[in-house]
């Protein structure tokens, strides 16, 4: 109520303020709707896909922005059934597992070796990483495959998990490197004088400091595996092995006209990605970033 | 002595295991594309060399170079889709207000979705029946612009772009405003005594002071191009009559749809060599407006 008897209201003249800052002017009103609109629109293609996934397929061709006229929870488990949902979903649970437990312990171990000790080859070895962030990833596709047919582990969780930990080590690496540069070797020293080897310095000392670093890395692996489409379609054939995704481009090609399921099903993959999203938003965002600079 | 052994043991076991995955999965894969390339081979059965008829053969191909020149278009979409609104937005986002933040995850939200169910939510856009954009249009009066989307094959290049666009503002953004962060308080405050406009400020400040963060982020862009297959894969499989093939969907097509396994590896390792190409080329060009 303050703000309604400013001094140019007093004196209908113009009064410079102590603190201009503080005042909105209509522009910036203007500036912060069209933030708005634009942030809205980002999430409304989402915000879609979650309200149409609750509506009967008459609904959603009738009335495909209204809110559902009868909210349908059994969309959801029909997907979880009739669509082999829960199949894809223990399988992307177990291939991601599988690939973060790899990811975090050899990209911890890894990143301490590279970033901590002095040896012969450390440059050569660290170049080779950094190497890796050049190659686009599907142009390894074909060989990839090939290898695999070789090797006979086509058709396996294998197939998968292997790939994606070896294509997050880089980061995971750059991850544990950077972090531990704030970690004192005052302290890896004293360890090494109460009797600790370097097994045990690792163990007891790194390990539990790197936690916030391995945090980030378990995101940003969770992301890339859980949402990882083109390994999956390529090394995948098995339906019984099928990821999310994979189960998901199913319905892309117009062959399911179930619009309902197809949506319910979208939701059921996409839930744990925004709930992760929603609790650790600024840790993915700033690990995304440094990932990102891998390409 | 005992002493450097200890080191030398640990330092081998425990390099050993991730260098191993690494070298086999990332890098030799890379030789092999290379090495097959030389290869007429259709998966099963003898392969026989061929030299260098794989290589000369995309080179040929006319639908090898409009896939090309797809991911070009991609590449110019996310440079001039992407770059400015992450570079705006970012001028505008860099306070920490409660707002502010509230708008940097809703940009950035795409980006922990899988592309599929981006492709597929898009698909749903874009669909000549039941798409609402077609909707859209038709319940705003612009009935005659109602099209279809992915099938008109002189605009479904610039249709698929916008889920590209769409889905990857945010870690520029992100990239920009810490970027930004980083440019000393005082050059702004010295700029508004100065009298400089915001305009001005912006050109002859800001985009200085951050052109390493652009250059990082243009490389990022073309990168993200040869990225842009599972989006496409989804939305329309490269066709109608390949009019959005991409380079990726080039490969993997002729490799798992008509197996020539010999053709797709010689098609990979061109993928390697043309991004290389872009983003050497890239940055040799902007090393002249360097600062």
């Known amino acids: ?295 | 002595m005992a002493f450097v052994n200890r080191l030398r043991g640990f330092v081998v076991i425990g390099l050993l295991p991730a260098l191993v995955l690494y070298v086999v999965f990332v890098l030799v894969p890379i030789v092999w594309s290379v090495y097959y390339g030389f290869y007429n081979w259709k998966g099963i059965g003898a392969a026989s060399f061929t030299g260098l008829d794989n290589y000369a053969e995309a080179l040929r191909d006319p639908i090898f170079w409009r896939a090309l020149k797809n991911n070009l278009i991609i590449v110019a979409a996310s440079i001039l889709g992407q770059l400015p609104v992450a570079l705006v937005l970012s001028l505008i986002l860099r306070k920490s207000t409660l707002f502010h933040r509230f708008v940097r995850s809703a940009v950035f939200m795409p980006m922990v979705v899988s592309t599929v169910v981006i492709g597929m939510i898009w698909g749903y856009i874009y669909h000549p029946q039941i798409g609402i954009l077609n909707v859209i249009l038709q319940n705003i009066g612009l009935g005659s612009w109602i099209r279809d989307w992915l099938g008109d094959a002189r605009i479904n290049m610039y249709s698929v772009s916008a889920p590209v666009i769409w889905a990857n503002i945010g870690p520029y953004l992100i990239i920009f405003i810490s970027a930004i962060q980083n440019i000393p308080s005082e050059m702004e405050d010295a700029a508004k005594l100065d009298g400089a406009v915001r305009a001005k400020w912006l050109y002859l400040i800001v985009i200085p002071m951050i052109w390493d963060t652009i250059k990082v982020a243009i490389v990022l862009c073309i990168s993200g191009s040869l990225k842009a297959f599972d989006l496409i894969y989804i939305m329309t499989g490269g066709g109608p009559a390949q009019s959005t093939e991409l380079l990726a969907t080039y490969m993997y097509n002729n490799t798992f749809e008509v197996f020539r396994y010999g053709y797709g590896s010689a098609v990979s390792s061109l993928i390697i060599v043309i991004s290389l190409i872009l983003v050497l080329g890239s940055q040799l060009l902007m090393r002249k407006r360097g600062v």
């Not at chain 1, 503080?22 to 708005?36: I, N």
């Not at chain 1, 060989?143 to 995971?172: G, R």
């Open chain 1, 1 to 295: 109520m303050m703000n309604l008897i400013s001094p140019e209201t007093l004196t209908g003249k113009t009064v410079r303020r102590p603190l201009p800052r503080r005042r909105k002017s209509g522009w910036l009103w203007g500036v912060d709707t069209v933030l708005l609109v634009y942030a809205l629109a980002t999430i409304y293609p989402l915000l879609w896909l979650f309200i149409s996934s609750f509506k009967s397929v008459r609904d959603f061709s009738a009335n495909p922005f209204a809110l559902p006229s009868v909210w349908q929870f059994e969309n959801y488990t029909r997907a979880w059934e009739i669509a082999g949902i829960g199949r894809a979903f223990a399988n992307s649970v177990i291939v991601t597992l599988g690939s973060l437990a790899l990811t975090l312990i050899l990209g911890t171990l890894t990143g301490y070796i590279l970033s901590r000790l002095n040896f012969r080859f450390k440059g050569v070895i660290m170049g080779l990483f950094v190497l890796g962030m050049l190659i686009p990833i599907h142009s390894t596709l074909v060989p990839l495959f090939i290898m695999m047919k070789n090797l006979h582990i086509l058709d396996t969780y294998a197939s998968l998990i292997l790939p994606y930990a070896a294509f997050e080590l880089p980061v995971a690496i750059f991850i544990v490197a950077a972090y531990l540069t704030s970690v004192p070797k005052e302290l890896e020293e004293a360890a090494m004088i109460d009797g600790n080897g370097y097994w045990g310095i690792f163990c007891r000392i790194i390990m539990p400091l790197a936690v916030p670093a391995m945090a980030t890395i378990s995101i940003l692996g969770f992301l890339r595996s859980w949402n990882d489409f083109a390994f999956a379609l390529v090394f995948i054939n098995d339906q019984s092995l099928k990821t999310l995704p994979l189960s998901l481009s199913i319905f892309s090609d117009g062959y399911g006209t179930d619009y309902s399921l197809t949506m319910a099903a979208m939701s059921i993959a996409v839930i744990p990605t925004v709930i992760v999203y929603l609790i650790f938003q600024e840790q993915i965002m700033k690990g995304m970033v440094a990932g990102a600079v891998k390409g």
